[in-house]
């Protein structure tokens, strides 16, 4: 099968010079559909940032299953929102006054931004005025981690410091009572869940602890989330103003969130890439759509090439999952010693033996988007032809984080 599947590319993209990136639309049209299924009927709002191509998002928002785009950082929603896209939600709070106040002047009907405390609320409010012509829209982010021996032990990542009930409607009664603000909706992102593959190659044991440890954690958010949901719900309808949204999820959760009544919509995106990282889940195995080619310019040895460039690695920790890897033609590996580098990626393995110089290996990034932060185009792949060359974000001239 890898065999064909190298054939395919190698006759699609023939006419190229490498390096380039491309995107297999079939696989990404088959993990789209696969991600609606798993999404049972509820909309997923796509994560931009795992695309950074404003091309493939207008297609895939295009399709039934989708609905809405969370953005990562307001000025990226700012630009999008300039470039037509419409029912924005920026992911992270923003500290940007300036793209603060141009969201207060232009599209604030368009975009909500994200909040987890009073600082922020005041910090909106120096940038725009106690009373904007047009108030605000704001999302309150909820931490969605595990807290075991009363909270001593946390287990998810960093994000919001609003955990509980409480908390939660102390920051909404907050927002009520300024003019400036609108509260439109709840987020809470389960990254411990959706975001750590459950089924490590090679760890078994690793691997049952790891299930073990989120389905404890999803039944405790479950319960959680619906309590928050109901009394921020409560306060916002007395107010006048029902809560619009109430997303959660992530590529790696859609079947497990989407069965909770409390959240009426989900947020995806990296999964239709199918990166490395999403090669160790168990409810779900997204084809790989999103891969790059490094020309084979060196023979140092017998049983190894070296390809030019291909040092795109991962953000989170330091370790090799965040290495891209050899994807086609099989057979191939990173040399431990060298990794895949700035300058080089020497590949060892028996498929090197007939690698010649000129040669293609297609390669797999670990994460989504972030390859396209090294790309100015993808060139998108039908059967066995390129059909367009879209524009990265970079390729437009942007560069967000």
């Not at 404003?54 to 399709?63: D, F, G, N, T, Y």
């Not at 990296?270 to 060196?298: E, I, K, Q, W």
């Amino acid at each position: 099968m890898s065999e064909v599947q190298l054939e395919r590319l190698e006759r699609a993209t023939g006419g190229l010079q490498a390096p380039f990136a491309l995107i297999d639309m079939d696989a990404l049209w088959a993990n789209a559909a696969d991600m609606e299924r798993r999404a049972a009927a509820k909309p997923i709002r796509l994560a931009s940032k795992s695309l950074r191509c404003r091309a493939l998002q207008a297609r895939v928002l295009a399709r039934p299953g989708f609905q809405g785009t969370l953005a990562f950082t307001l000025p990226e929603a700012l630009w999008l929102a300039a470039n037509g896209v419409e029912d924005l939600l920026v992911a992270y709070p923003s500290a940007d006054t300036d793209a603060v106040r141009r969201l207060a002047a232009g599209p604030a009907e368009s975009v909500t931004v994200m909040v987890d405390s009073v600082e922020q609320l005041d910090l909106i409010e120096r940038a725009v005025g106690a009373e904007p012509s047009q108030p605000i829209r704001v999302c309150i982010d909820v931490d969605a981690g595990w807290w075991v021996l009363g909270g001593r032990v946390r287990i998810g990542v960093k994000r919001s410091p609003l955990h509980t009930r409480e908390q939660a409607v102390g920051l909404a009664r907050a927002i009520l009572t300024r003019k400036s603000l609108r509260l439109v909706g709840l987020m809470a992102y389960e990254a411990q869940i959706a975001g750590l593959g459950d089924a490590p190659p090679g760890r078994p044991l690793r691997g049952a602890l790891i299930r073990a440890v989120q389905g404890r954690s999803a039944r405790e958010l479950a319960h959680r989330r619906a309590e928050i949901v109901a009394a921020v719900g409560e306060l916002a309808t007395a107010a006048g103003a029902p809560l619009e949204l109430v997303n959660g999820g992530g590529s790696g959760s859609l079947e497990l969130t989407s069965s909770e009544r409390a959240v009426s919509e989900l947020t995806a995106g990296s999964g239709l890439y199918g990166p490395t990282l999403f090669d160790a889940y168990r409810a779900f195995t997204p084809r790989p759509a999103a891969m790059f080619a490094l020309p084979v310019v060196r023979r140092p040895a017998r049983g190894v090439v070296t390809a030019l460039g291909g040092g795109y690695l991962a953000s989170g920790p330091a370790d090799r999952a965040r290495l891209p890897r050899p994807y086609l033609p099989s057979g191939l590996r990173l040399d431990k010693q060298e990794g895949a580098g700035e300058v080089q990626t020497p590949l060892v393995g028996d498929a090197a033996e007939h690698l010649a110089i000129g040669d293609r290996v297609y390669m797999r990034h670990a994460k989504a988007g972030e390859l396209c932060e090294r790309f100015a185009s993808l060139h998108l792949i039908e059967g066995e032809e390129i059909v367009e060359e879209v524009p990265t974000y970079r390729g437009e001239g942007q560069c967000f984080l």
